[in-house]
């Protein structure tokens, strides 16, 4: 069965297609590399031992993704990854978020809502719960007000895909709202390739374990947590590729009970700052040079997420600790580095 994954290339998009392949479906990968690289391709055949059919081709070009699905009529699923997500920026440049992120959904949906039947799984995020009012944060806290355009694309992309499927019987999808992702996959092959310097917290700690990076800065510890930094609910990355194929093949089987649904895909269990500090620590037996600065503007104090959703309905649970996780980003990041 054939599987299209946009963004497949990257970090997420890398590790679910390993997944999928694993689990035996053919998988062909739209990417437009604005935000990734064809090595990647590399680093999923030596895991798998299969190459992915990769078209390199931008979602908003409308005339070549109607054309990519006339010469790919047998695609019975789609996962879609391919979107800007760098929050500052989104904040800078809207336009250019609400065409990268909306119109080529839009077009994606009208080419999938013309098939008698598809199956679509929607990468979101719990950025669209901003701050919850209470933890853990269940599928039906509110969706706040969007703090950046970034998170108003993942509202709007649900909203889109909700009113589709109201009127597309054929159309069955699921949005997983991720926490915060990290890791990279047990085989060194494939993993989180920042370009530029990291915004996201994980990658930063690795780059400043392997010397690349002089000290990381930590964004505030007058938080009211328990020890004053922000607290987020962080997920290996093999969990999560996980989620995404148990997810599909919940429509593709027809197991769905509705044909639009929402997944929270984290851990449950919700980590400070420095409690991800100190697991760097433990398992690179370094000590990690970090200082506290300012809060960083539009970070919300806390988020976890209560799965039980997707544990009593998909049958998933994610299965590696925060230890685990960092090992294998650590294991990563000292492997890119190494001298060629
Ligand atoms: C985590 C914590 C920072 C960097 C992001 C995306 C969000 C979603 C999840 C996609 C915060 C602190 C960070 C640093 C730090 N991804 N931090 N120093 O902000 O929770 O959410 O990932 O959908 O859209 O924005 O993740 O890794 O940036 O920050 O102290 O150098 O680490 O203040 O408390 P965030 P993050």
Redo the contacts with the bound molecule.
Sequence with gaps: MKILVTGGLGFIGSHTVVELQNEGFEVVIIDDCSNSSENVLEGIQSITGKAPIFEKLDLKEKAKVQDFFKRHEDVEGVIHFAAS???GESVEKPLLYYENNIATLVYLLQELAAKNRASFIF?????VYGQADTMPITENAPVKPAE?P??NT?QMGEEIIADTCKVTPGLNAIALR?????GAHPSTEIGELPIGV????????TQTGVGMREQ?????DD?PTEDG????D?IYVVDLAKAHVIALKRLLEGKNTMNYDVFNVGTGKGS??LE?IQSFERVSGKKLN?KI?D??P????T?YADTTKANEQLGWKAEYTLDQAMGSAWNWEQKIRKPS
Excluded: E, H, W
């Design positions: 997500k760098a929050v990468s979101s995020s719990c950025t950046s970034y998170g993942k991720y926490f915060n992702p990290m990291p915004q996201n917290l994980v990658p930063f700690i990381l800065s930590v964004f505030g938080y930094t922000c607290v987020r962080y400070t700052v991800v970090y600065v809060r960083r539009g970070d919300i104090t988020a």
